[in-house]
C-alpha cells in the first residue's frame, strides 16, 4: 500500500509531472494537424477513458447512490405505501431494455409516447408565450425611443424580420413585390449569418488562446516535446508508414 | 504573378495552421504588442449593475453547462461573477447540468478560495455544489418552484431562508449551447430574473432575448469575459499596490485579448488573399 | 395494443400538462413531483444502460481484433480512474481531480480548439466575395469580428457602435425571423404528437 502512495505521490500528484503531462496532451492532439497518426489515437483513447471512468465515478456518487440504491434500501427495510411509485417508475425504465429487441420493441412505446407527450403538452403554451413575447417586443411604439440610432433599428427590425419570413414563404412564386421583399430579406438573413460567421471564428480562436497560454507559460517543456513529437512524426511517416493517406491528396 | 497565384492558390493548409497558431502564442512573450484599452459593452454593464445592486445575503444560482472544451471563454466569466458575489457576500449555488463540468467548478472555487481576499469564504454558508442531477431543466425548474432544498437532496446552513426558485434574485447560466433557452422558455411563466454567459458562437443566437427582456445581461465571448475583469477590478476601489496584486488573480480574459488581435490579423490577411486570387482569376478569364 | 393506447396515454399527458400551465395548485404539485422523482428514476436506470453499452462495445472491439489495444488501454484508464477514485476519494487535490485537471482539460479543449485551424483555413479558402449576398456576408463578418476586439476600438472609435448595430438590428431581424419559423414548426410538431398524428418516435 505504501509502494501505491508513494507512486501516486511521485508522478500524478507530483507540479513538474502534472505541467509535463499537460503540455504533452496537448501538443500530442495538435499533432493531428500535421496528419492523423499513433501518438493523435493514443491521446483520443486516453481522453475517452478518463472521461468514460470521470462520468461513471460521478454518476455513482451524485446520482446512482443518492437516487436509485437508497431509495429502494429504504423502500426493502420499511415498505411505506408511496414506494409504490418507485417500482412503477422502475418498471416504466427497464422497459427500455426491450428496445434492443427486434420483436418486443413496442414495450417501450408506453414510455416513449408519454415522455413525448408531458414535453409537448408542457411546451405548447410556454411555445405560444414566446411567440408573442417576440412578437409584441418587435412591435413596441416608435416613439417610445429617444434616438436616430435606436428609431433605425426599429425600422430593420420590423422590415428585416417580415421580409426574412418572406422568404420562407413558399407558397406564392417568389415574383414581383414578393420577389423583393424576399431578396431583401435574402440580403438580412445574410448579414445574419455572417455575424454567426465572424463571431463562430473569434469563440474558435478563442478556444485555442486558452491551449496556447498553457503551452506559452511553460515554454521548456513545450519546446522539448514540440521537437520530439516532430522527429517522431518524421521518422514515422519516412520510415514506418509510407503509403498516403486518405485525405493526403486534399491537402493544400 | 502567375506563379505567385499559383503557388498561393495550392498553398498546403498546414502553413496557414503554422501561422495561426504562431500567432496565438507569440503574443503572450510579447504582451505589449498590441493596446489593450476598450470600452466596456451595455450587456456587460448590466451584468455587473444587477449583481452589484443585490445586498448581503441574497442569493444567485450559476447554471455551469459547460465543460473543459469551452473553458477558455467561460471559466474566466465564471471566474469573475463568483468573486463578485463573494466581494458582497452574496450566496452562490452553483448546478452543473453537466457531469464533466462538475469538477471545473470545484476547482475554481478551490482556487478563488486561496487568494487573499477570500480565504474566509466558507462551503455549505457562502457557496454550495449542487451536483447534478439527470433530469431536464423544465423539470428541475418544476421542482425547485415547489421546493428548492429537496430537489438536490443537499443540506447546509446556505438554505436558510430560501424555499423556492422565487427567493433568489439573479440566475446566470454559463453555457456554449442552446442550453440557457430552456430556461428562457420558462422564464416568463415564473418571472425569474436572468443572464448568460455565453461563447462567441452561441452569442447572436441570445440578442433577441436580449432585446424582449427575457434576457437581464449578457457576457459575450472572450471580450465580454475581458471587459468584466476590468470593470469589476476598476470598481473595487483599490490603491495602486493593491490593484496590481489583485491583478495576477484577474487576467485570465485580458491576457488572451492580444492574441484575438495579431491571430485575427492574419485570418484578415489571408482572407483578403483569398480574394485578391479570385478577383485576378475572373479577370484573367474574361480577357481569354 | 402496440401504438393505440402508447398514443392514448400521450394524448392525456399532453392534456395534463397543458391544464398544468392554466390551474397550479396543490394537485398539480403532487402530479409534478411525482413525475420528476420518476424520470430521475428512469433516466438513472438509462445511465447503467449506458455503462453496459460501453463494457458491450469493447468487448466486442477486444474480440474480434479491432483496434484490439487501444481498446484494452481504454478500459485500462477507466479502471485506473475507479481505482483512484476509490483509494483517495474525488475532492480537489486528489490524484482522480489530478487525472481529471492534467488529463482531460488538456485533452478535450485541444480536441475542440483543433477547429480555430479548420476555420481559419474555410475562411481562406472559401471566403470570397462572389456576389452581393457574400458582399453583405463578409462585411458583416469582418466588422463583427472588429467590434469584438481591441483592435477595432484602436482602429475608429465608432466600430464597437457599428457592431452593436449589425447584432440589434439585422441579425436579431434574422434571428427573428428563423425564431418564429422554429416556434412555429415546434407548435405544429406538439400538436401533431398530442393528437397522435405524428408516430416516428413509436416503433413497430
Known sequence: ????????????????????????????????????????????????????????????????????????????????????????????????????????????????????????????????????????????????????????????????????????????????????????????????????????????????????????????????ITISITVYLIIYFKYIKKEPGLDDELMH | MDVLISRLKKLDRRWIFLLIFLSCIIPFWIPSLFRQEFSTSKETQRVYDIINSLNEGDAIFIDWAFNPTLQAELLPMAEQAIKQCFDKKIRVFIYYPDLTAISLGENLVEKIKKEPRYTEIESGVDYIHLGYLPIGVDMMMFSMYSDFKSTFGKEGKIFKGIKTFDDIKYMMSFAGSAHPEYYILLQRRFGFKMGVGVTAVTGPDFIPYLQTGQLDGMLFGLKGAAEYENLRLKNLNLSTEELNEEKKFNQQANAGMASLTLSHIIMFIFIGIGNLIYFYERKFKKSN | MKKEIPILIGFFATIGWYLEFFFAGTFFENWKMFFTTGFRSVAIVSLIVGIVSVLRVNYSKIKYNNDRWFSVYQMCIIALMIIFASLRGVSPGTPFDAMFTFGFIPLDATVFSLLAFYVASAAYRSFKIKSIESAFLLVAAILIMLSKMPLGEAMWSKIPTIGEWIMDAPTSAGKRAILFGAFLGGLTMMIRIAFGLEKSHLSD
Not at chain 1, 468514460?52 to 420499511?78: C, N, Q, S
Not at chain 1, 417500482?87 to 408519454?114: D, H, Q
Not at chain 1, 426574412?164 to 449569418?193: D, E
Open chain 1, 1 to 224: 500500500m505504501d509502494l501505491i502512495n508513494t507512486i501516486i505521490d511521485n508522478t500524478i500528484l507530483n507540479q513538474t509531472f502534472q505541467v509535463w503531462i499537460s503540455v504533452l496532451f496537448t501538443l500530442m492532439m495538435l499533432s493531428f494537424l500535421f496528419r492523423d497518426n499513433p501518438l493523435y489515437k493514443l491521446g483520443e483513447n486516453t481522453f475517452l477513458g478518463i472521461s468514460l471512468g470521470y462520468g461513471w465515478v460521478r454518476a455513482w456518487e451524485i446520482a446512482i447512490v443518492p437516487f436509485l440504491i437508497r431509495p429502494i434500501k429504504d423502500a426493502y427495510l420499511d415498505f411505506q405505501p408511496y414506494d409504490i411509485t418507485l417500482i412503477f417508475w422502475l418498471l416504466m425504465g427497464s422497459t427500455m431494455f426491450f428496445r434492443f429487441s427486434k420483436t418486443k420493441a413496442w414495450v417501450a412505446n408506453y414510455y416513449f409516447a408519454f415522455v413525448f407527450a408531458y414535453v409537448a403538452g408542457y411546451e405548447i403554451p410556454v411555445q405560444v408565450q414566446n411567440l408573442f413575447v417576440q412578437g409584441a417586443n418587435m412591435m413596441k411604439p416608435l416613439f417610445e425611443y429617444p434616438t436616430f440610432f435606436e428609431i433605425s433599428k426599429w425600422f430593420v427590425i420590423i422590415f428585416g424580420t417580415f421580409a426574412g419570413l418572406m422568404y420562407f414563404f413558399f407558397s406564392k412564386p417568389h415574383r414581383g413585390l414578393l420577389g423583393k421583399t424576399a431578396r431583401i430579406g435574402i440580403l438580412i438573413l445574410m448579414i445574419n449569418f455572417g455575424a454567426s460567421f465572424g463571431a463562430t471564428v473569434m469563440g474558435r480562436i478563442a478556444l485555442f488562446i486558452g491551449r496556447a497560454q498553457v503551452l506559452a507559460d511553460n515554454v521548456v517543456p513545450s519546446i522539448i
